[in-house]
């Protein structure tokens, strides 16, 4: 599988942004997203079924951003809004053959590159 991730930026905190992850081929597996920030660990933020069936989100995104899959472009979305200064990190998409709401990294076998959120305040 092979992902690739956009939609980064620079925006002040308050403000929103959509990140993109294209995944060929996309059908059967679940997308997820992580987020690192500079100096601390890979962490969950949300995760999706191939066909949009089942979703969940970590709590300190929880309310704020939404996931969401358009199947004839093999796009997964994540919409960000009210973002903060501590969602600052490089955002990754990845795969996995199983959804799961567990957030482990371990569940995923395939990773795009990351792409870069920083919010200021």
């Known amino acids: 599988v092979q992902l690739q991730a956009s939609g980064g930026g620079l925006v002040q905190a308050g403000a929103s942004l959509r990140l993109s992850c294209t995944a060929t081929?996309?059908?059967?597996?679940?997308i997820g997203w992580f987020r690192q920030a500079s100096g601390k660990e890979r962490e969950f933020v949300s995760v999706i079924k191939w066909d949009g069936a089942r979703t969940w989100y970590a709590e300190p995104v929880r309310g704020r951003f939404t996931i969401s899959v358009d199947n004839a472009k093999n796009t997964v979305y994540l919409q960000m809004n009210s973002l903060r200064p501590e969602d600052t990190a490089v955002y990754y998409c990845?795969?996995?053959?199983?959804?799961?709401?567990?957030?482990?990294?371990?569940?995923?076998?395939?990773w795009g590159q990351g792409t870069q959120v920083t919010v200021s305040s």
């Open positions: 990845a795969a996995s053959t199983y959804y799961s709401s567990s957030g482990a990294p371990s569940d995923y076998g395939y």
């Open positions: 081929p996309f059908s059967a597996y679940a």
